[in-house]
Structures are given as structure tokens and as C-alpha cells.
């Protein structure tokens, strides 16, 4: 994919064959996700949807040529949201993945000194200008998956210097990239090595130092813990949490992915943002989550990936009125994919979704899960232009190509940012 386009950034989008408008969520939204128009154009202004035209109508009125884009009857979707992603690592485990294929699992593995531990390692080695670098390719990789936002989180410095370098290089780059960054400060992965013997010590570093320091020098809008046995524990996650929302930041989970604990209660309780994986929480749970407006992050790219088959019963969340976002978990350990389209894929096949429930998880879901849901997530008039083209003829094709599929354009904000096509 061509990401050095001469800026284009036309006034319309002619000849859509479909456009797919993923609805705002509602208390009805699960019984028509999202609405398809049938060969319509899009008007841009101030990189933002300004009309819609009529069906039936693939060219306005008033066209004039130099204006506009034409799709040549491709379909239109919202640039994707990826709501849950770590960018900010050097080297890659494929030793740990082998050693899963002859039968270890990732939590023997994570016991025997492996897993994100190992990680640190290449992060306190690198300084900034190299994270960044790092950062800007994986960028021009979501980018390649008609990605143009992302949350992204640091997680693999787990010292003061070195998680406040990874989110200073995570804001460097998003400054020289398209692809839109939500950062979290994700200093509560795991306990480094130096406070293996006092895990409660690192959470007060975190708390009177880390998180203070990232807010004052407004390096992430959320923070995250790692919820789980071998990580923290819940009135570990609960200090925390106070902390973050004292700093006036939001929380984010991640929780449940390998055993029930108590995830969701304190993410309803703590109003979080987001609570990820879920993989194994049970209908009180969703019950919680919905009630409280949490948006559930769905990962099956890492159960998928780690070889397990415990997938989240996203069935039940749909049925219950959940917010839902899909999203890769782009990680050296757990899912080194970037592929949102292959993520809707595992949805459908393995939780079940439809297909159109599978793209509102990956627009609007995502949106809600970034806290950004009146601004991204659909190209309704009002929201910002962020706009894929793809060569499908309808959204069902996307799961359908199992991760065979690029979008042939992207826009950001109006903007050509990306193409596949010479224009
Ligand atoms: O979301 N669960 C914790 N964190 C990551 C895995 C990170 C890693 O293995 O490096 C996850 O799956
Ligand atoms: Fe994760």
C-alpha cells in the first residue's frame, strides 16, 4: 500500500455502491447495527461528512469532476478503530510460540521467567528516537488495514524512565502519522524483576510517581492493569483505579482472560471505560457491564493465538445491549497480528457475531471504547471523514475474506492517506 499520496482530499465521494453507516449506539442498536445505502455519494467539508446523498443517486448534481473521488462502485466503511493495542515493543517472542506448539502454555511459560517480562529487556535498552521509529512502522501497519485510530498502550518498561519513554515515543510519533493514537499508560502489566519480592511497592510507584507524571505531562488519556493471577490483584487494580480517576483519567481492564475474577464488578464500579478480554465472565458480569455503559474489548486474536478455545460469549453481551469493540491486541506475545479484518473473521466463526455486528465493534464499538463515539466511528453528517474504500460488494465480504483483504483508499479527516490504487 502507497502511503506517500500527494495530498488529495476531494469534496465528494461519487459512486458508492454501498455505504455502510454504523448507527450510535442505542438501546434498539442490536436489532440493525449498522444501515446500508445503496449507490449514493458523500459530500466532505472541513474533514468532515457534510451530506449524504439520496440511493439510487451515485452522482450529486452540482458534480464537478475536479471535485471528486470517484469509488467506482466500491464499498464504503468508517476508517476501522483497533481499541486495544501494544505498539511499544522492540523484539518479537517467536522462541515462546514454538515452545507453545510443543505444549507449554502461556501461563507455564509466563511462570518460568517468559511472557511480557521478557519483553522489558529490548524497551529499557532502546531510547526514545528508536521506540518511535518502531512505533511510526507499526503505525503505517494498522494504517495498511484501513486502521486510522487506535488506543495504544505502553506496558513493557515497567519503570518510571522507561514506561514515561515508551508513551514519549508513542506521542512523538502519533504527531508524524496519520493514524489518530488514544495512549494509556499501561505501567500495571506485570511486576518488573526489582519488586518481584514487593509487588505492593511497585503499585505505590505507580501510583505516587508514574501515573502523576503522565498526566502532568498529558502522556495518556487512560490507564490500564492486568487484572489476573501472576499479575495484580484486585485491591491492587482498585488503588490503582483511585489514582487514575483522582489524576482525572479514564481506567481500562484487562480481566477474565484466563480465569473469573472480579473484572467486571470493579470496572462497573469504577465507571472504566473499557473492560477487555472478558473471556471467561459470566452472565452477572455482562449483566454489570451493561448496566454501567463499560464497552467490552473483544480479543479472540489472542485466544486464537495462545491456542485456547475459551472464547468471550459475545453472543450474550449482543443479546444483553453491550457495547462491543473487536479489536487485534497487537502484542509480541499474545497476538502479533494487525489485522482487523482477520479479527472480525475470528468473531464471526468463533463468537458468533454476524457480520454487521462484527463492523460495529470495529467502528463504532471502537469509537466508544476510545471516548471519541460523537466524532469517529460512522459517516453519518457531523463525524469526521475517516473513510475506507474497499473492493467488496458488501460488508459480509470482510469476515468472509478471512484476512485476505486491504482497503484499495483511506482517508483521514478528508484526507487521502493511503491507496492501493494509482490516482
Ligand atoms: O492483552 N494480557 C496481558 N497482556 C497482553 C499480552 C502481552 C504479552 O504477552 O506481551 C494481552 O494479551
Ligand atoms: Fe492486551
Request: one cysteine or more; a negative charge; glycine letters at 8%.
Amino acid at each position: 500500500m502507497n502511503t506517500e499520496t500527494d495530498p488529495v482530499a476531494p469534496r465528494y465521494i461519487t459512486h458508492i455502491g454501498r455505504l455502510a453507516l454504523p448507527q450510535p449506539f442505542s438501546g434498539s442498536l442490536w436489532s440493525e447495527p449498522v444501515k446500508i445505502m445503496k449507490d449514493v455519494w458523500l459530500e466532505i467539508k472541513d474533514g468532515q461528512i457534510l451530506r449524504i446523498g439520496p440511493e439510487g443517486q451515485p452522482v450529486p448534481p452540482d458534480e464537478n469532476d475536479s471535485e471528486a473521488f470517484n469509488a467506482d462502485g466500491m464499498m464504503v466503511t468508517p476508517g476501522l478503530i483497533d481499541a486495544h493495542t501494544h505498539p511499544i515493543f522492540v523484539d518479537s517472542r517467536q522462541a515462546e510460540f514454538v515452545r507453545r506448539c510443543r505444549g507449554e502454555t502461556y501461563q507455564q511459560i509466563a511462570a518460568d521467567g517468559g511472557g511480557i517480562i521478557t519483553s522489558i529487556r529490548g524497551v529499557r535498552a532502546a531510547d526514545q528516537e528508536k521506540l518511535s521509529g518502531l512505533i511510526l512502522e507499526r503505525l503505517d501497519g494498522f494504517l495498511n488495514f484501513g486502521v486510522t485510530s487506535i488506543e495504544a498502550k505502553s506496558g513493557y518498561g515497567l519503570s518510571f524512565e522507561d514506561e514515561l519513554k515508551s508513551l514519549r515515543a508513542l506521542q512523538k510519533s502519533a504527531e508524524d502519522h496519520p493514524v489518530e493514537v488514544s495512549p494509556t499508560l499501561l505501567a500495571a502489566h506485570v511486576v518488573p524483576p526489582e519488586f518481584q519480592d514487593n509487588p505492593d511497592g511497585y503499585v505505590d510507584l505507580i501510583c505516587r510517581d508514574i501515573i502523576p507524571q503522565a498526566a502532568t505531562e498529558k502522556l495518556a488519556e487512560s490507564v490500564d492493569v492486568f487484572l489476573e493471577d501472576g499479575a495484580f490483584s484486585t485491591s491492587q487494580a482498585m488503588r490503582i483505579f483511585e489514582t487514575a480517576k483522582k489524576t482525572g483519567l479514564a481506567c481500562r481492564l484487562h480481566a477474565d482472560q484466563f480465569s473469573l475474577g472480579a473484572g467486571a464488578r470493579i470496572a462497573a464500579e469504577f465507571g472504566a471505560l473499557t473492560a477487555d478480554h472478558m473471556d471467561y465472565t459470566d452472565e452477572a458480569g455482562i449483566d454489570k457491564l451493561a448496566e454501567n455503559g463499560v464497552t467490552v474489548v473483544l480479543l479472540p486474536g489472542a485466544v486464537f493465538f495462545l491456542g485456547m478455545d475459551h472464547y468471550a460469549a459475545a453472543r450474550r453481551m449482543v443479546e444483553k445491549g453491550c457495547r462491543i469493540a473487536l479489536s487485534t491486541d497487537f502484542n509480541p506475545g499474545s497476538s502479533p497480528t494487525q489485522s482487523l479484518p482477520l479479527m472480525m473473521s475470528l468473531a464471526c466463526i468463533k463468537m458468533h457475531l454476524t457480520p454487521a455486528e462484527a463492523l460495529w465493534a470495529v467502528t463504532m464499538g471502537g469509537a466508544c471504547a476510545l471516548n471519541r463515539s460523537d466524532r469517529l466511528g460512522t459517516l453519518l453528517p457531523g463525524y469526521q471523514a475517516d473513510v475506507c474504500l474497499w473492493d467488496a460488494e458488501d460488508i459480509d465480504f470482510l469476515p468472509y475474506a478471512y484476512g485476505n483483504i486491504t482497503p484499495e483508499v483511506v482517508f483521514k479527516e478528508g484526507e487521502v492517506v493511503a491507496a492501493l490504487l494509482t490516482l
